[in-house]
């Protein structure tokens, strides 16, 4: 079993160099599926997530070829399953936003229901909702979810969560439908404006993503292209935490600030001073002593639930007392009982989470429960007192790409063995 080794109490130093954001990766390669021509997305992070949706593109007669190890090519011309059945649907919650693509292009699409996981049971209802009312009739029965439409129709579409997929799956399910499409309470994450910029690259009418009411006129057909999603504002998130965590003080290329703003602001209120070094570069400095914090997750541009495991590892160690609420997923505590076996002293009460800081953190056996926690784990292990070992590591690989190589280029004591 693999394992990432962090010996604590190493300070931090240098540069690190942030990849392209995964949440936009993903759902740009599914709407490579809108178009027959090739689609090239530079630099993508080759991480587990990217490299699952990439099996099941190939799985479905779709070609994928890497340039330079670091650009992808895909062509979906051959593609003609409309029916999935596929593990690795199963293994990626987002693969489902391959429906909405599908529904489009072949008026079918007939693929496994999504369970829950371990952040919560996570519902495709607002999704359905949206295909509905651009005018396919959806079935669900044995374990399947089926939308068939003869020709998708634009409508007016209210949203009432601002779901991040959903918004998604009904953007690409109406660039191609017929006349006017509009989304009401859209999610207005950065990644939602970077599939539709994305998408009006390749010749798309939509006007409005990002900003939570989104206009989509219909095409008829969409051409290929070469795109550069955003740089990864959670990663980045990731590593000005560890900055102020380890008390350091480090550059990070490939931070937008704009995106980054509710993760900003809450480090400044909580100690931590940044200085923009340019377009796109973020000194932050963490050297300072910190004051705790209270948290509640919220949509874009509210505090990313992306970030609050992340922000707890700091917070536990922040003397004082610190209130954090989930409000986006309902069951996103699990790192509490790994941190409370570092020594972190921190008590649930539903959905949220009361945080006595605490003098110091030790190491110990712990593991990654999803993603975002894993890499808590790994903050806490940078500043705990002797070793920590993190199992479970599917879940960090989801979605950091070398993050042992990132944190040891900044001076961390971080390996990975298989034991
Ligand atoms: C995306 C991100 C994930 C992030 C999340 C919230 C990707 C690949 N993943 O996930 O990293 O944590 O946004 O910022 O981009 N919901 C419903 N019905 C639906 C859909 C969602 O009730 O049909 C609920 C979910 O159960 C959850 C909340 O809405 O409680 C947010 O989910 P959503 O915004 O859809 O997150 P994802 O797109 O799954």
Redesign the pocket.
């Known amino acids: 079993m693999e394992k990432i080794i962090v010996e604590g109490g190493n300070k931090l130093k240098g540069e690190v160099n942030i990849s392209l954001a995964?949440?936009s990766v993903?759902p740009i390669i599914v709407a490579s599926i809108l178009s027959p021509n090739d689609v090239v997305i530079k630099n993508a992070p080759m991480l587990e997530d990217v490299i699952v949706l990439n099996d099941l593109l190939l799985e479905m007669d779709c070609s994928i070829e890497t340039i330079n190890n670091r650009d992808l090519k895909i062509n979906t011309s051959n593609l003609k399953e409309t029916s999935m059945n596929s593990d690795l649907i199963r293994k990626m919650?987002?693969s489902f936003l391959i429906m909405g693509p599908m529904l489009s292009r072949f008026g079918k699409c007939k693929i496994s229901m999504p369970g829950g996981c371990n952040i919560?049971?996570?519902?495709?209802?607002?999704?359905l909702k949206g295909f509905k009312l651009l005018g396919a009739d959806i079935e669900i029965g044995h374990g399947f979810v089926e939308a068939k439409a003869k020709k998708l129709k634009g409508n007016r579409i209210y949203l009432d969560?601002p779901?991040?997929?959903?918004t998604e799956n009904i953007l690409m399910a109406s660039v191609l439908a017929e006349g006017t499409t509009i989304i009401e309470n859209a999610?207005e994450?950065p990644?939602i404006w970077d599939l539709a910029n994305f998408l009006n690259s390749m010749g798309a009418k939509i006007h409005g993503a990002g900003v939570g009411k989104i206009t989509i006129e219909g095409v008829d057909s969409l051409k290929g292209i070469e795109y550069k999603p955003i740089y990864d504002r959670v990663e980045a998130g990731t590593f000005m935490v560890a900055a102020a965590i380890t008390k350091s003080k480090i550059t990070i290329n490939g931070a937008i600030e704009d995106h980054l703003r509710p993760t900003i602001e809450k480090l400044k209120e909580c100690g931590v001073k940044f200085e923009s070094l340019g377009e796109d570069t973020i000194l932050v400095d963490g050297t300072g002593e910190k004051s705790p914090v209270d948290i509640k997750t919220l949509?874009y541009p509210g505090f990313?639930?992306?970030m609050q495991a992340q922000m707890m590892a700091l917070l536990s160690i922040c003397k004082g007392s610190s209130i954090i609420t989930e409000t986006?997923?309902?069951n996103r505590f699990m790192h509490v009982a790994e941190l409370v076996r570092m020594g972190a002293n921190i008590k649930i009460d539903g959905r949220t989470a009361i945080i006595e800081g605490v003098d110091s953190l030790t190491g110990c056996d712990v593991k990654a429960t999803d993603l975002r926690a894993g890499a808590a784990m790994i903050l806490a292990g940078l500043v705990a007192h002797g070793r920590t070992e993190i199992s479970d590591l599917y879940h960090i690989d989801r979605g950091y790409v070398d993050i042992e190589e990132k944190f040891r280029g900044l001076g961390a004591n971080i390996y990975r063995v298989d034991k």
């Open positions: 995964k949440n993903l919650r987002a919560g049971s996570r519902p495709i209802d607002l999704h969560f779901s991040v997929g959903a999610a994450e990644e949509p990313p639930t992306d986006v997923f309902e």
